[in-house]
């Protein structure tokens, strides 16, 4: 089992930033690809960023250059620095892992997620 505690949510005005945390434990391996999604009500739940194992990112085509994903293999974090925020960018954000990834950005291909962290963000 896998397990997922991310932290670092908050509320920020427009133009801010944050920085979110993953922490991963149990049964957890560096072959395994780690993402960010977001989901607000009634909304489906978007791809925001993930690695692979070799450390090649992706990203969702509505955070291109504003937000930055990477992790610490040392310590299991995976990280997601939130930049120029936009009130658009409020949802709830998820982390997510599984050792059997194709299409990155694809809620369905990850197994194991986090509870969430809520972003706020104000105009």
């Known amino acids: 089992q896998v397990q997922l505690v991310e932290s670092g949510g908050g509320s920020v005005q427009a133009g801010g930033s944050l920085r979110l945390s993953c922490v991963a434990s149990g049964s957890i391996y560096r072959s395994y690809t780690m993402a960010w999604f977001r989901q607000g009500q009634g909304k489906e739940r978007e791809g925001v960023a993930a690695?692979?194992?070799?450390?090649?990112?992706s990203y969702g085509d509505s955070v291109k250059g504003r937000f930055t994903i990477w992790k610490d293999n040392y310590n299991n974090t995976l990280y997601l620095q939130m930049d120029s925020l936009k009130p658009e960018d409020t949802d709830m954000y998820y982390c997510a892992t599984d050792p059997l990834v194709i299409a990155d950005l694809e809620p369905n291909e990850y197994k194991y997620w986090g509870q969430g962290t809520q972003v706020t963000v104000s105009s």
């Open positions: 690695i692979d194992s070799d450390g090649n990112r």
